[in-house]
């Protein structure tokens, strides 16, 4: 078993890396303190690869694999978890629906710029009354002088307000229930088509949270994503992928908030030493990196299998270790920071210091693409053959 990253992989962290303390470090409180969506980033991030990275060059990605593009999620996530979940978004979900089910035509037109960073994604599927229950969907698309009539609204949309295009679930066939609901390609500026309310959010404050609503908006016949009725099989599909990278931003703000909490015990004094001596924090401190460590190996192994099932002519599936890495690491992110502001004592409380806001930030990783509940049925149906 071979557990190192490749040259170039340890090449890609420290690039990275720079990148993330250089370009968005000295911004990051800035931007949360007035949740400033960081458009400026965007042709950085483009110039650098980060929104294309899983997709392949002839697309105009960067033809990297899983385990390069969760290294990049995790750290960028460690400067910001904003950062990391817009990128992530763009590329596992959005794009990623595009490239793993578009036709040839609809890659060339909306992959292409979106991998090259020229265009931003977002990705609709939840409902105010379809959360876990995504099969509840109410959005509708109804066959309309040969295309499709959109009706409906969707919430959590990463990227909503900022998105050029949009892979939106609706419901084609009520009937069929989980098989009638079809994914489509919205573009914005699409007549009926909008960006709702944004959401005024506890963390990841730079990044956009928005509801995008659709009123009698005609949908072109050759922007129907995949088959008809199989938009919620895709989904599910897409989600493994997407699970990954919620492990690497919850893996890489675990790392960011155990960082500042060493740095702290290091220069903080009390009787007459620093904190770091006492043995009360060094049990501490042990704990995290050693919870950190599991959640990387977890999400590290999910992400090589994702690498290993693309390569693969088969129609594997990770599901199983895309739900306990993300499990895990999201779970593992909140114990780290909880114990960061611990650490911190009273300055742990105020915006001085960076371990309040990893403190804020973390709690999405429990909850998004599937909260760790769902995550425990995926992971059980997956063990009891359901």
């Known amino acids: 078993m071979e557990f190192s990253l490749t040259d170039d992989q340890r090449q890609l962290r420290r690039t990275v890396r720079e990148f ?31 929104l294309g990275v899983i997709f392949p060059e002839n697309y105009g990605g960067a033809g990297m694999g899983y385990v390069e593009y969760a290294l990049i999620i995790e750290e960028l996530s460690r400067v910001d978890g904003s950062v990391g979940i817009i990128v992530a978004a763009h590329n596992s979900l959005c794009g990623n629906h595009i490239f793993k089910f578009g036709t040839d035509a609809q890659k060339r037109k909306y992959l292409a710029p979106l991998a090259q960073g020229k265009k931003l994604g977002c990705w609709s599927l939840t409902e105010p009354e379809a959360g876990s229950d995504a099969g509840g969907t109410r959005t509708v698309a109804a066959k309309n002088n040969g295309g499709w009539l959109l009706n409906g609204s969707k919430t959590f949309t990463t990227n909503g307000h900022y998105a050029d295009v949009c892979v939106a679930m609706a419901v084609t066939s009520p009937e069929k229930q989980h098989h009638g609901i079809s994914a489509f390609i919205v573009e914005k500026g699409t007549p009926g088509f909008r960006p709702g309310k944004k959401e005024n959010k506890l963390g990841l404050r730079a990044s956009d949270t928005s509801e995008v609503v659709f009123t009698d908006c005609r949908v072109p016949a050759e922007n129907l994503l995949g088959r008809e009725g199989q938009g919620f099989v895709n989904c ?26 060493l740095r702290y015990a290091r220069e903080r004094k009390q009787f007459g030493k620093p904190i770091a001596e006492f043995q009360a924090i060094q049990f501490k401190l042990a704990d995290m990196a050693t919870q950190i460590e599991a959640a990387r190996l977890l999400t590290y192994r999910a992400a090589w299998l994702a690498d290993r099932a693309a390569q693969s002519s088969a129609q594997s599936r990770i599901t199983r270790e895309a739900s306990m890495a993300k499990l895990y690491a999201g779970e593992v992110a909140v114990r780290v920071a909880n114990e960061a502001v611990q650490i911190h004592g009273g300055y ?16 999405l990783c429990t909850i998004g693409e599937g909260t760790s509940e769902i995550q425990r049925l995926v992971i059980a149906r997956q063990l009891l053959g359901k």
């Not at 800035?30 to 991030?45: M, N, Q, R, V, Y």
């Open 20 to 50: 993330a303390e250089a370009e968005i470090a000295p911004q990051v409180m800035e931007w949360d303190e007035a949740s400033h969506f960081p458009s400026e980033l965007i042709p950085k991030l483009a110039d650098m690869g980060f």
């Open 236 to 261: 599910l599909q897409i989600l493994d992928g997407g699970r990954i990278s919620i492990a690497a931003l919850g893996l890489g703000m675990a790392q960011g908030a155990y960082e500042s909490a």
């Open 348 to 363: 742990g409380f105020i915006k001085d210091y960076p371990a309040e806001k990893f403190y804020r930030d973390v709690k």
